[in-house]
């Protein structure tokens, strides 16, 4: 069975950084297109930072020059360097697979002014 497990989030100021980590089980890891999303409090979740199989990155306008999104297959694990964090990029973060898996719990964010 599927199992995503998110970790690293926490409550940052402006301007600091943060590493979330996904751990992955139940799939075939390195073979998958994986993705960070985020939900904000009373909005949709929103893609913010993937990966292909191949290491080809795309990150959303939003979020591009300050996050990075990279995996170890070998650890089954998937990560999201977050950096210049702003009060617009608190929300719970989740990883997946695109297309999706069943859901994590996700970590929180939270970037205090």
């Known amino acids: 069975q599927v199992q995503l497990v998110e970790s690293g989030g926490g409550l940052v100021q402006t301007g600091g950084s943060l590493r979330l980590a996904c751990v992955a089980s139940?799939?075939?890891?390195?073979?998958?297109?994986m993705g960070w999303f985020r939900q904000a409090p009373g909005k949709q979740r929103e893609l913010v930072a993937q990966m292909t199989s191949g290491g080809v990155t795309v990150y959303a306008t939003s979020v591009k020059g300050r996050f990075t999104i990279s995996r170890d297959n070998a650890k089954n694990t998937m990560y999201l360097q977050m950096n210049s964090l702003k009060s617009e990029d608190t929300a719970v973060y989740y990883c997946?697979?695109?297309?999706?898996?069943?859901w994590g719990q996700g970590t929180q964010v939270t970037v205090s002014s």
């Open positions: 139940g799939i075939i890891f390195s073979s998958k297109h």
């Open positions: 997946n697979a695109i297309p999706n898996f069943r």
